[in-house]
């Protein structure tokens, strides 16, 4: 199993930056596609990034491209979310997620919860206006 553990959360304001860190725990980490998710209070559960786990792939929710930049390094098996002038509406908790990669390649199959197979347990961001 794949145990993604979630750090880097915090309070920020309108338009700083915050890097979330997603430490996984299987020696066979850099075999997996990674990603995140958030959600806010009262709100659905939306997609925001991934990355397949050769790295050639990335893919962003479009409210995040260009402020948000999703990297791996798997000798640390770490993924990492660096977010950029957050805005208030990016308030949410954010889930590292993993799954076994698969053959489809498009933005619809990684912004889709179910092809994820591990959950972190989320960490919280809280943007102030």
């Known amino acids: 199993q794949v145990r993604p553990v979630e750090s880097g959360g915090g309070l920020v304001q309108a338009g700083g930056s915050l890097r979330l860190s997603c430490a996984a725990s299987r020696s066979t980490f850099s075999y997996y596609d990674m990603g995140w998710f958030r959600q806010a209070p009262g709100k659905e559960r939306e997609f925001v990034a991934a990355?397949?786990?050769?790295?050639?792939?990335?893919y962003y929710e479009d409210s995040v491209k260009g402020r948000f930049t999703i990297s791996r390094d798997n000798a640390k098996n770490t993924v990492y979310l660096q977010m950029n002038s957050l805005k208030p509406e990016d308030a949410a908790v954010y889930y590292c997620v993993a799954a076994r990669p698969d053959s489809c390649l498009t933005y619809g199959c990684y912004a889709t919860p179910s092809k994820y197979d591990y959950w972190g347990q989320g960490t919280q961001v809280t943007v102030s206006s």
């Open positions: 990355i397949r786990w050769s790295t050639t792939n990335t």
